[in-house]
């Protein structure tokens, strides 16, 4: 089955810095790759994704690239803020067999003042 | 229009109590699945459902079983409780059988199991 690493595990940068975090894959099936972000104590959310038919794609401070050949994939953060101070874990998932989700083990961001 | 919902929001069993975690969606979605979630793993998806009468495992469906009688929900049973099944359970659904539509999460659920 599918596995996905994630890393670093925590990452803490000063507000208005970038951030990074980054993932690979094993199964080069995988077509859909979305992230997630988790405030304490809440569900997680949906905040970008990526199909593997495209190589980058933006919304605002946050976009994803992709790298097919590597089996990797990023989340961009620019010009952090506080609210941005979350988990945020990244996905893989392939068409059939359920269109089962395999998440990354999650990456704890702090962004200071 | 509510969403996923999940009852209780906290639960403390003791081991080898049985228990069913509620879930309930009102968007007319195919697709749910349940995860669960323990510090430094990530969610791993535990049982999902394509629709109705129609159910399969996931990456860790020991202890746990399910069924899906209606669209709308979506029950995860823990037949005799251990320690080990202390997670938060989070529910999830989405519209569609692309793998692209997006998955909505529920609120979760807190067990604790003594």
């Known amino acids: 089955g599918e596995n996905v690493e994630q890393h670093p595990s925590t990452l803490s940068v000063q507000e208005g810095d970038s951030a990074v975090i980054k993932c690979t894959y094993s199964?080069?099936?995988?077509?859909?790759f979305p992230w997630y972000k988790q405030e304490l104590g809440k569900r997680p959310q949906l905040i970008i994704d990526?199909?593997?038919?495209?190589g980058e794609k933006k919304d605002q401070r946050i976009a994803v690239t992709l790298n097919k050949t590597a089996k990797h994939f990023s989340l961009h953060i620019t010009e952090t803020q506080p609210e941005d101070s979350a988990v945020y874990f990244c996905a893989a998932s392939q068409r059939g067999g359920g269109n089962k989700l395999t998440f990354g083990t999650g990456t704890q961001l702090k962004v200071e003042l | 229009n509510a969403g996923v919902t999940q009852t209780p929001k906290f639960q403390v069993l003791k081991t080898g109590q049985s228990m069913t975690l509620q879930c309930a969606q009102d968007m007319n979605h195919e697709y749910m699945s349940w995860y669960r979630q323990d510090p430094g793993m990530g969610l791993r998806l535990i049982h999902y459902s394509v629709g109705a009468g129609i159910t399969d495992q996931g990456e860790v469906p020991n202890g746990y079983n399910v069924s899906r009688s209606t669209t709308e929900d979506f029950p995860l049973r823990l037949l005799s409780a251990a320690p080990s099944q202390t997670s938060v359970y989070f529910c999830?659904?989405?519209?569609?059988?692309?793998?692209?539509?997006?998955?909505?999460f529920g609120p979760g659920t807190r067990l604790t199991v003594l």
């Open positions: 990526i199909r593997s038919n495209v």
């Open positions: 999830a659904s989405k519209g569609g059988r692309e793998v692209w539509d997006t998955q909505y």
């Open positions: 199964d080069s099936a995988s077509n859909y």
